[in-house]
Nanobody
Framework: QEQLVESGGGLVQAGDSLRLSCAASGRTFSWYTMGWFRQAPGKEREFVAAITYNGGITYYGDSVKGRFAISRDNAKNSVYLQMNSLKPEDTAVYYC?????????????????????WGQGTQVTVSS
């Protein structure tokens, strides 16, 4: 059974930075596109970022473009989300996601139906 475990969330002030990590179990991590989503209270789950299996292509949601950066380390079965210039509207539970099929495109990862596995989420709270 695939498991994704996020860490690194917390309470920060506006303008601060935070780095989220996601550790994946299983032996197929390096074959799959990975991504991050977030969900604020009362809102739908929102796509944040995605990265291809080899890290060669990244794709971001409009609200985080230029501030967040996704990366991965296949040797460590891990994917990361560096969040800079955080804003109160970035407050949400952040979820790590693994593509449903190998070679899922980064654009296809925008759609929750194309996610095969979800992490349990980590809370990020940005105070003003």
């Amino acid at each position: 059974q695939e498991q994704l475990v996020e860490s690194g969330g917390g309470l920060v002030q506006a303008g601060d930075s935070l780095r989220l990590s996601c550790a994946a179990s299983g032996r197929t991590f390096s074959w799959y596109t990975m991504g991050w989503f977030r969900q604020a209270p009362g809102k739908e789950r929102e796509f944040v970022a995605a990265i291809t299996y080899n890290g060669g292509i990244t794709y971001y949601g409009d609200s985080v473009k230029g501030r967040f950066a996704i990366s991965r380390d296949n040797a460590k079965n891990s994917v990361y989300l560096q969040m800079n210039s955080l804003k109160p509207e970035d407050t949400a539970v952040y979820y790590c996601a693994k593509g449903k099929a190998a070679l899922t495109t980064t654009q296809a990862m925008r759609i929750p139906a194309n996610v095969g596995y979800w992490g349990q989420g980590t809370q990020v709270t940005v105070s003003s």
